[in-house]
């Protein structure tokens, strides 16, 4: 079988910058992928690569054999990967029930005349809409805050907000920016155990992190980059070995 | 040939009027992200004030000469500066962290209030500047004839402009006024006095927009109350057609927007005159988002 | 739709419907006339609304689209005879047509960008309306003779008759538009005002959204332009310039983005400079100070939307919805 996700010698430029520099690798159905590296080693311009926020120079993404090159973010979204944002962007004024609802726009039906005039169907499908968004807020734990704004959140649980809204558009593949950024360690704690829940859901996860107390817990697979190249990939106790990963980071540091 | 040469002395002197008007707004647009409408109506202010000081000099006797421009000039770029430094203290700093909407409605009462406060003091009927003050002389350029006036206020406007241009660009202050245009938050972490540099950035813009005031009424000798509303929309339009809060920017759009203007109501249709400009101004805007020289920011995700 | 919620409003519509139903035995001749055009300015500013106040695209052109509706009523109306109460959907659908056509290439321009886009565009309908195109407007002088509206028989020609008619209009608006605003496109545009490239990541069409809501809003307008050329039976193009654009947007921001912050930002941007009218010749500085001041003090606008409530016991529902995706 054909992984869920191959990545083949993607390139991203930014004028002189090679952001993202011929990088290849696969996510199997069901895994946990990490990617580390430095920073400014082009991890999150490889996030906007799949997510259709960047159009690469070159090479191809392959989703379920299906090229994404080239199609924008909601369509990508509507194919089955969703994502969170590493710097938060969650609709401040909205409640923390509607940013979840928006999530769900996907994969509802009701047009302009449909909404205008209220239809059944369509007061059916909102109402399924809502109790589909309130499950994932329960699952992420943020039912406490339903009517809540999200600008009023913690950013720890804003963090998880932004996990609700992706998972509530039923993703094949969800990606995480830094999801464990500016959050405590028993909200870490929290998180990975919400990070393998998703999982277990048959989601496939792929996640950026720093925390490599994290990473090495959750993850089955890593991709190490460093200047948008892929200098590393295997399971974490291999990277943990590996000298050219250990150099990347401690000359870093 | 003779026409083309004089269309194209006429297209730079609208050019440079609407240029000095254009620095208004890029430059507030730059540091606030505002679209201050009022701006307009402070250059209106600026052609009555000079018509009125001019003929306030003379009221003794006989018009005083040609001569008297100049200081009238610098009289009325100072009383039209400090209008726009207190437009902003009244109408925009209480709006300063309020969304962008409030503060462009709130400009817009403020430019419905200049413009009536205008026709009230002044009267609704146009105004004409005295002869003295719009030199007929006329000068062989090429062995075309070109008035006098039209090259003067090229002169001048391009003076005025590489002056800013200096200043923001070569002094300390200027450095300032670009900084705080980048990021605010980061210009006062850099010991910068925001709130200063953006008086300072209302200030030198309603002084320029007074100077063209003037100038409008030395060239075409008459001046009405609503006069800000067109040649303000006209330069707002070259402001971001060069690309908006960019200074040369602006600078280039105006003398671009007025050459496109005079060229083409000459050539091409009087009746759509108005409309040229912003014929271009959408053409440009679909090819390039951001304007001429507007900079394209990649959004940080 | 929680119930407290629902329960405080819906007296209050009724209260509001009684009032503006007996409201014109009240009213002399001249402050009927008033009204109407309250209520006109109430429609245009309920469809601007829908493209400024809930998805927050700036447009300062709006008059341009109320020009289609009111020439389309007025061309086809005198040329052909057709009623004008017909020509009510054609007239909003020219509109939106149009709007749709214009928008589509520049709806990506960032908020001021287009806002001077839409600028232009009213100005170049204006011109092109003066410079009569085609032969069918008119030019400067407009077009007159344009019929009243017949509604079961009855012909309306009192500004009395018009009253109800703009006004149920305006009801009809808030009621259409106060569901859209509950339901997943209102949600999409509330989404996309907010942060568009946040609404596009988690999978809402932004720029179809946009479209979406510059046609509705132009489609409404045009058929506020048809009801205005019903009522004026005379249009020319001063009617439909920059400043009435600019008047609409103000209208908008003063309301907050709701749909009874339109209504009463129509009521201040129309009706105020009319009950300044003892100032005389200084109504209108009066009336900049007042636009300066409301935003000044109340930025936000004096009704911005309410949150809005859902209802989430679905589990006492018995958790009929079990099945829904998950």
């Known amino acids: 079988m054909n992984p869920l996700l191959r990545l083949t010698n993607v390139t991203k430029r930014f004028g002189g910058l090679i952001a993202v520099n011929d990088v290849s690798f696969s996510a199997d159905e069901g895994s946990i992928t990490g990617i580390i590296g430095p920073n400014g080693a082009g991890k999150t311009t490889l996030f906007n690569l799949l997510t259709g926020n960047y159009a690469p120079d070159g090479g191809d993404i392959l989703f379920r054999d299906v090229s994404l090159v080239g199609r924008k973010p909601h369509e990508i979204v509507a194919l089955g990967v969703a994502r969170t944002f590493q710097s938060i962007r969650l609709f401040t004024s909205l409640s923390v029930l509607e940013n979840a609802l928006a999530g769900r726009h996907c994969r509802m039906r009701a047009g302009l005349l449909a909404s205008m005039f209220g239809t059944a169907a369509q007061r059916r499908e909102e109402q399924a809409a809502v109790d589909r968004a309130v499950r994932e807020l329960e699952f992420t734990g943020l039912a406490g805050f339903l009517n809540d704004t999200a600008g009023s959140l913690s950013y720890g649980n804003r963090r998880l907000l932004e996990i609700a809204r992706a998972l509530a558009s039923d993703p094949i593949l969800i990606a995480l920016d830094e999801p464990a950024g500016s959050m405590n360690q028993p909200e870490t704690e929290v998180l990975v155990r919400l990070i393998r829940a998703v999982r277990d859901r048959g989601i496939t996860v792929m996640l950026i992190e720093h925390d490599m107390g994290l990473v090495m817990q959750v993850c089955q697979k890593l991709i190490v980059l460093e200047y948008g190249i892929k200098i590393a990939e295997g399971s974490p106790a291999e990277i943990r070995d590996n000298p050219r990963v250990i150099e990347a980071y401690l000359g870093q540091d | 040939m003779d026409l083309l040469f004089q269309q194209l002395v006429n297209g730079l002197a609208v050019g440079g009027i609407y240029s000095l008007v254009a620095l208004g707004y890029t430059m507030v647009y730059g540091v606030l992200k505002l679209i201050n409408f009022a701006h307009g109506d402070l250059f209106t202010i600026g052609a009555y004030l000079g018509l009125t000081l001019f003929v306030a000099m003379g009221s003794a006797g006989t018009l005083p000469g040609f001569a008297a421009v100049l200081p009238v000039a610098v009289m009325v770029m100072g009383l039209t500066a400090l209008l726009g430094g207190a437009l902003e203290r009244v109408a925009y700093r209480p709006l300063r962290k309020a969304g962008r909407l409030s503060a462009v409605v709130s400009a817009l009462g403020a430019s419905i209030f200049f413009q009536n406060a205008v026709m009230l003091v002044w009267g609704a009927n146009y105004e004409v500047y005295p002869e003295v003050m719009r030199p007929s002389t006329v000068v062989f350029l090429f062995d075309t004839g070109v008035p006098l006036i039209r090259l003067i206020i090229i002169g001048v406007s391009l003076l005025l402009m590489l002056t800013l241009y200096g200043f923001i660009h070569h002094t300390r202050t200027g450095t300032a006024v670009r900084a705080a245009a980048i990021d605010q938050g980061a210009a006062a972490l850099m010991g910068i006095n925001v709130n200063r540099i953006i008086t300072l950035v209302f200030l030198i813009g309603a002084g320029l927009g007074g100077a ?22 006209k330069a707002f339009t070259a402001a971001v057609l060069g690309g908006i809060g960019n200074i040369p920017g602006a600078m280039l759009g105006g003398m671009l927007l007025g050459l496109i203007e005079t060229l083409g109501s000459a050539y091409l249709t009087i009746a759509w005159k108005d409309a040229i400009s912003f014929f271009v101004l959408i053409l440009i805007l679909v090819i390039r988002p951001t304007g001429i020289l507007g900079e394209r920011t990649a959004e940080k995700l | 739709m ?72 007025a061309v086809l109306n005198t040329r052909y005879q057709i009623p004008v109460l017909w020509l009510l959907p054609v007239a909003g659908a020219a509109s939106g047509l149009c709007a749709l056509l214009a928008a589509r290439p520049i709806i990506h321009l960032r908020g001021d960008y287009l806002l001077i886009v839409t600028v232009g565009i009213v100005e170049i309908v204006r011109i092109a309306l003066v410079n009569d195109v085609g032969g069918l407007t008119g030019g400067a002088n407009g077009i007159f003779g344009i019929a009243r509206p017949e509604i079961f028989g009855i012909r309306i020609r009192r500004d ?14 808030v009621a259409l538009f106060s569901r859209l605003d509950r339901s997943r496109v209102g949600r999409a545009l509330s989404c996309i005002k907010e ?30 332009g048809a009801l205005f050329a019903a009522k004026m039976t005379i249009i020319s193009p001063g009617s439909f310039t920059f400043w009435d654009s600019v008047l609409l947007f103000a209208a908008v921001t003063l309301g907050g983005g709701s749909q009874a912050g339109a209504v009463l930002g129509a009521f201040l941007v129309f009706g105020l400079p009319e009950i300044f009218r003892d100032f005389a010749s200084a109504r209108m500085l009066v009336f900049g100070l007042a636009l300066m001041a409301m935003m000044v003090v109340r930025p936000q606008g004096l009704l911005p939307p309410a949150p809005r409530r859902y209802d989430t016991r679905f589990r006492a529902r018995g958790e009929r919805a079990a099945g829904d995706g998950a």
């Open chain 3, 195 to 224: 942060d568009d490239t946040a609404a596009e990541g988690c999978g809402i069409a932004v720029a179809r959204y946009k479209l979406l809501a510059f046609g509705l809003g132009a489609f409404w307008a045009g058929m506020a």
């Open chain 3, 2 to 73: 929680t119930s407290t919620f629902r329960r405080a409003k819906i007296p209050a519509l009724i209260a509001l419907t009684a009032l503006a139903a007996v409201l014109p035995l009240a009213l002399n001749p001249y402050w009927t006339a008033v009204f109407v055009s309250i209520g006109l300015g109430a429609l245009l500013s309920l469809s601007l609304n829908v493209i400024l106040g809930r998805a927050g695209i700036f447009n300062m052109g709006h008059a341009a689209f109320y020009a289609v509706g009111a020439y389309v009523t």
């Open chain 2, 212 to 233: 063209a005031g003037i100038m409008v009424g030395m060239s075409y000798g008459q001046i009405d109350f609503s006069m800000g509303f067109s040649y303000g929309l």
């Open chain 3, 160 to 173: 009395i008759q018009f009253y109800y008619l703009v006004w149920g209009a305006v009801g009809l608006t």
